[in-house]
């Protein structure tokens, strides 16, 4: 018996039946086509559609059999699968004119029934959201369950079938009672509690022997939670004596890294680890290069390259050894590696020729079934050190994701029409100056990849604005990095200006990732690793600061922009309100070690979706 998770291809379809194990029930993930027999044969005690990048009114969006909406157990429709919930059973689903991606404020219509998915909810909460579509007439016998301000139909429910449809993501920790949502309807099919982190340890343990039998790892090492977490279930199955672990310094780490990285897995126990230096190979082969996913290829395929040479130096046989890595789900799922999913961006764990050797046995990924916050559980029960378990996530590709690279303006071409309707918005009077950057960054709207444009805010700073506090400013600037781009979806993030001014920023012909330009950024990223480091009960809730260098500027010089953000498993992600003196302090001190490389520092506000963590 399982509770059954239809996969439309959403980049949270695995997170869903993640969400159910933490309540205890055990959950199986299956594709929209099977069958009805198929289906019955898992005795399921309830089933949930997933959401997913498509139309429910395109002509091959996924589709399930409408007999299973008659098959009389619970089911859930999430985003995707409320839309096609309400089509098959005769409602009407269309395209709005206003979107919603990121938090929206939910207001359940409470049902005088007993069981509720809604039990436990207060009258307003926090919901995310990441629509375009919505349905707009109900099918028969539903009711409207709940509302937000740009949605009528958040939610809807047949009491009687049980069958239930939201049109947000419960299964995200941003929405902060969708875990009580879930809860409420895993109470609701009856689902036995029998799963744990500790069940997947001892799972996984007999995993490895079996597939490794006789040989030897291979590791491919970063020094984050996720390789180091990998590393220590790789020994606990094997002993240390049969993984090696290399880290390959590709000349695109943050400053000191390499070393850092080697003392603190020192002190964890890790021994042997063995540094590559390998600067050259992989700068050479980014020379020229400056599309986001033509860089992360690249630099997939070079650490396979240099993993064979350090092979061969060592003589290592390839029959007795496998190459192992500290993949997580969300690397999968980001790489559209999924049936239906869309490939936001192709990790480089994830490039065409890792993927023919995860299809031929010769990769193994112990983790890869997993969230960041469960690693990190993971990792306490292995016994790993806490400095190793909360460290800040980085990039596999490193800094060569946070460097972007254009050899010509990407002007918008209507940004002026745009420009001029954010500024004069009757909500906006706090607004000086806005501009539509002539450069591009990648984001996730609706379960699908966008490539689009960033708006910089530049915010009044006269006497009449200095009266408000804080907490009044910062609410103002993430409501309106909310509103931007569900207004304009051509726009996919939304920055304020720290330091420089606006009126005088344009593009900058910087190409390519060059030294200097490395240089550059490796100092304004320690300076925000120090700073956060010495001002750790202001930074304590970041859960992941990257820094990133973007050729526009002032006079040949380009620009930083800081993207602290909040989240727990990468899948969601917002913005922390940072004091505005801690910022102007980072900011300022960006400026001074950079020597005149940089003129502006502007600050992600941006949430997950509609922008990425990182940038490219």
Not at 386 to 408: D, K, M, Q, S
Not at 521 to 532: E, F, P, S, T, Y
Request: hydrophobic share 35%; charged share 25%.
């Amino acid at each position: 018996m399982a509770l059954v998770v239809f996969d439309f291809g959403g980049q949270y379809a695995h997170l869903i039946a993640n969400r159910v194990r933490r309540c205890k029930a055990y959950s199986e993930i299956v594709s929209n086509d099977i069958s009805l027999e198929e289906l019955r044969q898992k005795n399921p005690t309830g089933i949930i559609f997933s959401g997913g990048p498509h139309s429910v009114f395109e002509e091959n969006s996924p589709q399930v059999d409408p007999q299973i909406l008659e098959m009389g157990i619970p089911i859930l429709g999430i985003c995707y699968g409320h839309q096609l919930i309400a089509k098959i059973l005769g409602g009407i689903v269309q395209s709005g004119d206003i979107h919603e991606f990121g938090k929206s404020n939910f207001s359940p219509i409470f049902s005088e029934k007993k069981h509720t998915i809604f039990k436990g909810l207060p009258s307003f909460s926090p919901m995310w959201m990441s629509h375009g579509d919505h349905v707009t007439v109900l099918p028969e016998g539903f009711q409207i369950s709940g509302t937000t301000p740009d949605c009528t139909v958040a939610s809807m429910e047949h009491s009687q079938k049980q069958i239930f449809g939201v049109q947000f993501h419960p299964e995200v920790t941003h929405s902060e009672y969708g875990m009580t949502i879930l809860k409420n309807f895993v109470e609701l099919c009856e689902q036995e509690s029998e799963w744990s982190l500790e069940n997947f340890i001892e799972e996984e343990i007999q995993k490895i022997q079996k597939k490794c039998f006789e040989k030897k790892v291979f590791l491919l090492v970063s020094g984050g939670v996720d390789s180091s977490v990998c590393f220590a279930l790789l020994k606990k199955a094997l002993g240390k004596e049969r993984v090696f672990g290399c880290l390959i310094d590709h000349g695109l780490l943050r400053k000191n890294e390499a070393q850092e990285v080697k003392k603190m897995l020192a002190e964890a126990g890790f021994e042997g680890l063995h540094i590559e230096e390998a600067q050259d190979i992989f700068l050479s082969r980014l020379e020229g290069v400056f599309d986001p996913e033509t860089k992360r290829k690249i630099i997939g395929d070079t650490f396979l390259d240099v993993q064979n040479v350090v092979s061969e130096r060592l003589s290592l046989n390839p029959e007795e050894w496998i190459l192992a890595q500290g993949t997580i789900y969300p690397d999968t799922i980001e790489s559209g590696s999924t049936k239906h999913s869309s490939q936001i961006k192709t990790h480089h764990n994830r490039v065409p020729k890792i993927s023919k050797m995860i299809a031929e046995g010769k990769i193994i990924e112990p983790i890869s079934e997993l969230y960041k916050d469960e690693v990190r559980i993971v990792g306490r029960i292995l016994g790993l050190p806490e400095n190793l378990i909360t460290r800040h996530p980085f990039p596999g590709p490193g800094l060569g994701v946070r460097i972007l690279c254009a050899n010509a303006p990407n002007f918008l071409p209507n940004a002026q029409k745009i420009e001029k309707s954010i500024l004069h918005d009757e909500e906006n009077t706090e607004i000086i100056c806005t501009k539509i950057l002539p450069i591009k960054s990648v984001g996730v709207q609706g379960d699908g990849r966008s490539y689009r444009h960033p708006c910089v805010l530049q915010m009044n700073s006269t006497e009449e604005h200095k009266k408000y506090s804080e907490e009044e400013k910062w609410k103002h600037l993430i409501s309106l990095a909310t509103q931007i781009p569900n207004k304009f979806p051509v726009l996919n993030r939304v920055l304020f200006v720290l330091k420089g001014n606006l009126s005088d920023i344009s593009f900058q012909a910087f190409s390519e990732i060059t030294k200097d330009r490395i240089h550059v950024l490796q100092k304004a990223d320690a300076v925000v690793r120090d700073i956060c480091l010495k001002n750790g009960d202001i930074t304590k809730n970041i859960w992941q600061f990257p820094v990133i260098l973007v050729p526009v500027g002032t006079n040949g010089t380009e620009s930083i922009i800081l993207r602290p953000i909040e989240s727990e498993n990468a899948m969601t992600a917002n913005v922390p309100d940072l004091p505005f003196s801690f910022l102007e302090k980072m900011a300022q001190e960006i400026l001074d070690v950079c020597e005149g490389k940089i003129s502006h520092i502007f600050y992600d506000l941006t949430s997950k979706p509609p922008g990425t963590i990182e940038w490219e």
